[in-house]
């Protein structure tokens, strides 16, 4: 089980992130913009460029990129009972600072189907409490449950 990170471990997370992807940001562009779908053993990520008008680009986000920095920001921010956020949306300036929105409570988008072991995974991780699980997470909990009895 996590342990709350508090507000100087998410600050400190944060701040690496903002660091590492301001690495990146296309010259010309104001920031990137991420959008992220996470599990503790699976994620996606898209990436966007922002120009100063606020348009945007997608942009392949191929290079040496700590994705890791990512995991340790959900980690971060993980609350005892209300879990960690499953998708996000985080701009980050050049300057390297970090603005995001985090959602604890929606299924996330995935591009392929996720097994449902996943979810019981990332919960083993980051554990709710029942009245802090919506119900598309509970019923993926028990799907997840069954597949993982049908296996041993």
């Known amino acids: 089980m996590s ?3 508090g507000l100087f471990a998410r600050q400190e997370a944060q ?3 903002g660091a ?3 690495r990146y940001i296309p010259s010309g562009s104001a920031a990137v913009v991420i959008e992220i779908s996470a599990l503790a053993p699976v994620s996606s990520f898209l990436f966007w460029s922002e120009a100063r008008d606020g348009s945007r680009e997608s942009i392949p986000m191929d290079m040496d990129f700590d994705t890791a920095l990512i995991a340790r920001l959900r980690q971060a921010m993980y609350r ?3 879990g960690t ?3 996000a949306v985080v701009r980050v300036d050049r300057s390297g600072v970090v603005d995001g929105h ?3 409570d929606s299924e996330p988008d995935w591009d392929a189907p996720v097994d449902p072991i996943a979810y019981l995974t990332d919960a083993e991780k980051y554990p709710r409490d ?3 699980q919506p119900d598309w997470l509970r019923a993926k909990l028990a799907e997840g449950y069954g597949r993982r009895a049908a296996r041993s």
Do not use: P, Q
């Open 3 to 5: 342990g709350e990170g």
């Open 15 to 17: 701040d690496l992130l």
């Open 20 to 22: 590492e992807v301001a």
């Open 80 to 82: 005892s009972g209300a």
């Open 85 to 87: 956020w499953f998708s």
């Open 102 to 104: 985090f959602d604890y």
């Open 130 to 132: 029942v009245e802090n």
